[in-house]
């Protein structure tokens, strides 16, 4: 009895110990996932100042949802894409930040897992660039890829005592799409005699599905079937 009398005290102060080590260990694991948010912070256009009397939005949702960091396991974040500025936002307690766009990183969007993933690619307009495209359909071999793009216009004054002054606006742009293979990010040709050049190998056989299925190279869902058959061949 005496025997367990000095057990005891000796227990309870091991126990305290743990539930210590693993309450320092858990502050610790998030004070490194926040000095990691902060490693990833851009420099930052968080275009504030823009917003405040612009018409329409920078922003693919508005409002914050959440979201999974691939390099913080499961867990959660609010986010928002600011397709403006290319950037993907995030929210902490007391303040927003925007991710660098230079890290690779694969950010997932619980309601829906639609997925961002940041690639090395030449956009549309010929520039080199590191950002955040959606990942649509991704097998081993080949990834359909889509940027998305919302324009920024100036406000446009009234050109005489007539006309109505034009305020500044966030307007959505068409969406481009991209294509991953053999570790390459390359534009994805909207026309089809430049779509099957892309695919040489399988041009025959892709030529007469698109045309039997009717595939519009321009439409995101149609794509995603067309690179799902891709995969079949």
């Known amino acids: 009895m005496t025997r367990i009398k000095l057990l005891i005290p000796i227990i309870l102060l091991s126990l ?3 539930e210590i080590s693993y309450a320092q260990n858990t502050i610790a694991s998030e004070s490194m996932r926040a000095r990691d948010l902060d490693r990833m912070q851009s420099a930052g256009q968080l ?12 922003f693919i949702k508005e409002s914050f949802e959440l979201v999974k960091l691939d390099k913080f396991g499961d867990r959660l974040y609010q986010a928002r ?10 929210k902490r307690e007391n303040d927003t930040i925007a991710l660098n766009n230079s890290e690779d990183m694969t950010i997932t969007f619980t309601s829906d897992s639609k997925t961002y993933k940041t ?3 030449i956009n549309k307009e010929g520039i080199s660039k590191q950002g955040f495209l959606v990942v649509l359909k991704e097998t081993e071999s080949l990834t359909l890829l889509q940027e998305e793009i919302v324009k ?14 034009k305020p500044a606006e966030y307007k959505r742009a068409n969406d481009v799409y991209y294509y991953k293979q053999d570790n390459k990010v390359s534009l994805l040709p909207q026309k089809r005699k430049d779509f099957l050049k892309s695919f040489p190998a399988h041009s025959d056989k892709l030529k007469t599905y698109i ?10 869902e149609d794509l ?9 061949l």
């Open 47 to 58: 275009n504030n100042n823009k917003l405040s009397n612009a018409v329409g939005s920078p």
């Open 211 to 220: 045309k039997k299925n009717r595939i519009n190279l321009k439409d995101h």
């Open 119 to 121: 690639y090395n690619y």
């Open 81 to 90: 894409y600011n397709a403006n500025l290319g950037e993907m936002q995030i």
């Open 224 to 232: 995603i079937t067309l690179f799902e058959y891709i995969n079949t």
């Open 16 to 18: 305290c110990a743990t």
């Open 152 to 165: 920024f216009y100036e406000k446009k004054p009234a050109v005489s005592s007539y006309a109505k002054e």
